[in-house]
């Protein structure tokens, strides 16, 4: 092994300049499913801002008005605390698997990789050609050639990020808003195209020009996986034992005995190096940089088959696994963090169960005390505010005092309706006799009705004077 791969990362050179990448074009059983399980989440990225459940959009994150659709459940602000929980549950969720399978997710599932290398790096490779090729052409003098495909290798760059841009902007303000403005024309939601263009920029700067350094150096899940990972943990790992053997590495000879001159089954091809998008060398050992791809693995199996030796010596294996030849266990940290995943995951579940659909909220005036009435009658004035969560209107809604004989009237004098996934709010006032309060902050429940039905209940805080008490 190379004893001073750790001195730098895999695309810096010694010069401290960018060591830009030219991987070659994997071929091979495990990047074929790759491609199905990608183009499966690509239809899914794709398809769910304009996917619609009960009149939901399936997936939405409008952080600027505050609405949130997930699986077609529409959450709000006060339904913060479960969008919180979910995140903790997804953190939770992805160190489990890092501590079992190692940085598998960012190898299989990682928009970032997805869209790098199975959209972009493809068109890369139809413009470019493969490694060899765009080795050429990056020091090729920038003539008619080149400029040509610079010239439609970024145009098409551009319309797909605009595409995606357009998508991540279906996320933000939702999908029926997005297509209205495309309806009617961009130049009169000029803000909205200047954000749109802004995210095009991004997208367009991220996957032409700054690609892996996205997972090797703003990723912070690079990071997580050295304090996450152990000699138990499965990653794509090179089998030094059989690589390595007694003299170590040798380049392949026709019929010559490998086993018997005590080299190891690596021939030195360098085509794991050559085929990694990261541009490291995966027999040095589990790195930062690794994505789990799974590129070395079928470039290595072509060429174990090619020279008539075993597959399998870069796999997904332990370290303990190569040393000892010890398969998978589930160990107590795995079942701690299970444990945990499982705990969170029924709360959730509770949670969810017991979300009203309705959000009530009343709250005395600000400014105001309480007056006092005839017959020693206390009145006290309140705003209230209910916040309809489904996608049906909620009719006849009118209040009731459960805690205290007394009545309450909403000013308009008359019951209402809420609008579905609309807010209902005015101004209400509550009259109890003090004779039936037990302080100047008596603590109320009040019941929220729909025609007959109890719906959700709420409480409030009623002034009375002390000297009454």
């Known amino acids: 092994m190379e004893e001073n791969f750790r001195d730098s990362i895999g695309t810096i050179n010694k010069e401290g300049k960018r060591a830009w990448v030219f991987p070659k074009k994997p071929s091979g059983p495990l990047y074929e499913y790759r491609k199905y399980v990608s183009y499966a989440l690509l239809l899914f990225l794709l398809a769910s801002p304009f996917i619609k459940i009960n009149g939901n959009q399936f997936l939405m994150f409008n952080v600027l008005e505050r609405r949130f659709n997930i699986f077609g459940l529409p959450f709000w602000p006060q339904d913060f605390y479960l969008f919180v929980l979910s995140m903790i549950i997804g953190v939770v969720f992805i160190a489990l698997f890092t501590v079992a399978f190692g940085r598998i997710f960012c190898g299989w599932l990682c928009p970032q990789t997805i869209f790098m290398e199975m959209v972009f790096r493809r068109v890369e490779y139809w413009i470019d050609g493969d490694r060899g090729a765009q080795k050429r052409l990056d020091r090729q003098e920038w003539n008619?050639?080149?400029?040509?495909?610079?010239?439609l290798k970024w145009t098409v760059f551009f319309f797909i990020s605009f595409l995606i841009a357009n998508v991540f902007l279906a996320y933000l303000?939702?999908?029926?808003?997005?297509l209205l403005y495309i309806s009617q024309g961009p130049f009169r939601h000029i803000s909205t195209l200047v954000s749109l263009l802004i995210f095009t920029a991004v997208f367009f700067f991220v996957f032409a020009w700054f690609r892996e350094q996205v997972c090797i150096i703003a990723c912070p899940y690079g990071r997580m996986q050295g304090v996450l990972l152990d000699n138990k943990s499965v990653?794509?790992?090179y089998d030094h034992k059989r690589g390595e053997a007694e003299k170590g590495r040798k380049k392949f000879k026709k019929g010559e005995d490998r086993q018997a001159l005590g080299h190891g089954d690596c021939i030195d091809c360098f085509q794991c190096v050559n085929v990694c998008p990261t541009g490291i060398d995966i027999r040095n050992g589990t790195q930062l940089e690794c994505v789990n791809c799974t590129a070395c693995i079928d470039e290595c199996d072509t060429i174990m088959e090619n020279v008539h030796l075993?597959?399998?010596l870069i796999r997904y294996a332990s370290e303990e696994n190569i040393e000892k030849k010890t398969p998978f266990e589930f160990t107590p940290r795995l079942k701690g963090y299970s444990a945990v995943l499982l705990i969170l995951i029924g709360i959730l579940a509770g949670m969810l169960f017991l979300r009203n659909d309705l959000e009530?909220?009343?709250?005395?005036?600000p400014g105001q005390l309480y007056e006092h009435k005839e017959n020693n009658i206390i009145s006290n004035v309140f705003t209230y505010k209910l916040l309809n969560k489904t996608t049906k209107t909620i009719d006849d809604?009118?209040?009731?005092?459960?805690?205290?004989?007394g009545k309450i009237e909403v000013v308009t004098h008359e019951n209402f309706d809420v609008p579905a996934q609309g807010l209902s709010e005015g101004t209400l006032f509550i009259e109890i006799n003090n004779s039936a309060l037990n302080g100047d902050k008596d603590k109320l429940r009040i019941g929220v009705y729909s025609g007959e039905h109890l719906i959700e209940t709420t409480t409030a805080r009623f002034l009375a004077p002390r000297s009454y008490k």
Request: charged share 30%; glycine share 6%; hydrophobic share 45%.
């Open 144 to 151: 008619a050639e080149k400029i040509k495909k610079r010239a």
């Open 310 to 312: 075993p597959k399998g």
């Open 360 to 365: 009530a909220n009343i709250l005395r005036l």
């Open 235 to 237: 990653v794509v790992a």
């Open 397 to 405: 809604v009118s209040f009731k005092l459960l805690s205290h004989n």
């Open 173 to 178: 303000i939702g999908s029926d808003r997005l």
